[in-house]
């Protein structure tokens, strides 16, 4: 038998009020209110866009030797350990603007509400510092026409098309950050884990901000192996990157970002990673 708030109870719950507030159940015995300890109902399917590009069409755009590479790394992890099917991956290698754009259409039709959905971007970025705009550079791009560049403002517009519930941006790439405003261009759940999943979210993190980032990337390294070694079976993104932030400012020259993605309806919940059963 237990006392609490001057009731008499003879079971593990007890009733309380607070301030003559609503009645909150308390089990006296662990001291958790409801929701503590309950898994987020999660109806929906993650989807996921992962993109790596090495090779450019134009000699005078650089290219690169890692992307893919760490594309493919990324897709391992996230299809091994998390609850991203393979059919609901799709991993684009030297992707052109038309294929980022067939891609982006297919997950606008494809992903519901109730979705997770997941962008990752490796190759280069560039940063038009007079105009403010950020772009990401797809294989056909050429150093002398922007019409094949992929902008900022373009995946804004998608991000608001694709209705899902979470959806991430990881970009790792040079100007990343321009994505919230080297890769050189050319030559079981807690309360809080329930709540951030109740609240639609768009949020990014990037491996710096706008500045260049190099070839061989210490945030894609302590990203994977972060996913990797990671054992809690709810993992938010904002958590991921807390645990990668500074072992890639010790070991780089580059600040990695984490943010929301302005004007895309986020609501201040966040994507949560589910580990496999």
């Not at 409801?34 to 996921?48: D, H, V």
């Not at 134009?58 to 893919?68: E, G, N, Q, T, Y």
């Not at 061989?216 to 645990?243: D, H, I």
């Given at each position: 038998?237990?006392?609490?708030?001057?009731?008499?109870?003879?079971?593990?719950?007890?009733?309380i009020?607070?301030?003559?507030?609503?009645?909150?159940?308390?089990?006296?015995?662990?001291g958790?209110?409801?929701?503590?300890?309950?898994?987020?109902?999660?109806?929906?399917?993650?989807?996921?866009?992962?993109?790596?590009?090495?090779?450019?069409?134009?000699?005078?755009v650089?290219?690169?030797?890692?992307?893919?590479?760490?594309?493919?790394?990324?897709?391992?992890?996230?299809?091994?350990?998390?609850?991203?099917n393979?059919?609901?991956?799709?991993?684009?290698?030297?992707?052109?603007?038309?294929?980022?754009?067939?891609?982006?259409?297919?997950?606008?039709?494809?992903?519901k509400?109730?979705?997770?959905?997941?962008?990752?971007?490796?190759?280069?970025?560039?940063?038009?510092?007079?105009a403010?705009?950020?772009?990401?550079?797809?294989?056909?791009?050429?150093?002398?026409?922007?019409?094949?560049?992929?902008?900022?403002?373009?995946?804004?517009?998608?991000?608001?098309?694709?209705?899902?519930?979470?959806?991430?941006?990881v970009s790792?790439?040079?100007?990343?950050?321009?994505?919230?405003?080297?890769?050189?261009?050319?030559?079981?759940?807690?309360?809080?884990?329930?709540?951030?999943?109740?609240?639609?979210?768009?949020?990014?993190?990037?491996?710096?901000?706008?500045?260049?980032?190099?070839?061989?990337?210490?945030?894609?390294?302590?990203?994977?192996?972060?996913?990797?070694?990671?054992?809690?079976?709810?993992?938010?993104?904002?958590?991921?990157?807390?645990?990668?932030?500074?072992?890639?400012?010790?070991?780089?020259?580059?600040?990695?970002?984490y943010?929301?993605?302005?004007?895309?309806?986020?609501?201040g919940?966040?994507?949560?990673?589910?580990?496999?059963e």
């Amino acid at each position: 038998m237990a006392c609490v708030s001057g009731q008499i109870v003879t079971s593990n719950k007890a009733t309380i009020r607070i301030n003559n507030k609503p009645k909150i159940n308390v089990n006296v015995e662990t001291g958790q209110m409801p929701g503590m300890n309950i898994a987020p109902n999660i109806k929906g399917k993650y989807y996921a866009l992962i993109i790596g590009i090495n090779d450019y069409v134009d000699p005078l755009v650089s290219s690169l030797d890692k992307p893919i590479r760490d594309a493919e790394v990324f897709y391992n992890a996230i299809t091994s350990r998390y609850t991203f099917n393979v059919e609901n991956v799709r991993l684009l290698k030297n992707a052109t603007s038309t294929q980022m754009y067939e891609a982006l259409d297919f997950f606008a039709e494809k992903v519901k509400p109730e979705d997770s959905f997941l962008i990752f971007y490796a190759g280069h970025g560039v940063w038009d510092e007079e105009a403010g705009i950020g772009y990401w550079l797809p294989a056909d791009a050429r150093r002398s026409s922007k019409r094949d560049w992929f902008r900022n403002s373009t995946l804004r517009d998608y991000l608001r098309e694709i209705r899902s519930k979470h959806t991430l941006l990881v970009s790792d790439a040079c100007f990343g950050g321009s994505i919230f405003k080297t890769r050189a261009a050319f030559t079981d759940a807690t309360f809080a884990i329930n709540s951030l999943y109740e609240l639609p979210s768009r949020k990014a993190m990037t491996s710096g901000t706008l500045t260049e980032v190099p070839d061989q990337s210490a945030f894609l390294k302590y990203l994977v192996e972060r996913l990797n070694n990671n054992t809690e079976k709810y993992l938010s993104s904002e958590q991921l990157f807390s645990s990668l932030r500074m072992a890639v400012i010790n070991n780089s020259k580059v600040v990695p970002q984490y943010g929301v993605i302005q004007d895309v309806d986020d609501q201040g919940g966040d994507f949560i990673f589910i580990l496999k059963e």
